[in-house]
């Protein structure tokens, strides 16, 4: 009786020993499929400022509308008739640097002038444009003016009657009116070639 008492006791033993390592394994198992706590998706998630998609409510708004145009002002506000016959409106040069050439087609000094405006007027058309405004002559003499010094792609305003030179006070031939960005009129008066070289690069690089 001793024995067989010795070896239950063993048998208990040995089965809570495999009852424990049972346990044991399979907690073990469980350890193993990553699961934290807080569910399967915190386990897996990465922290939201790596690699997180954004929600549409982080998306920055997207601007509306193009650029605002340029305000004109009064000092650009008028319109007239080129000796080509097309219509010029100066509202379309707002915002830029603008150079009023007025002169008269039988102005020596005009004449002068008219191959420093031939010569840089392409260079600055789209940032400082030249238009000439002629005045104090008959429009054939006008024309035959423009084609004498290249100067048909410049535009050049039909002032027969005179009202732009009224408007803008030019008393005698040939008279520069400079009007920068903003509308200002900086220079009116008399200028030589290499002085209105020179005014039209500065505004240019203003």
Known sequence: MRISRAWTGAGQLRRAATAGALVVALFGVAACTGTAPGGPAAAGSAPASIGASPTPGDAPPTPTGGPRAAQVPDVLRFTGTTLGGAAFDAAQLAGKPVVLWFWAPWCATCASQAWTVAEIEPRYRDTVPIVGVAGLGERKAMKEFVTEFDLGATPQIEDTKGALWKRFKVTEQSIFVIIDRNGA????????????????AALAGA
């Open 185 to 200: 009129v900086v220079h009116h008066g008399f200028l030589d070639g290499e002085a209105l070289t020179a005014k039209v």
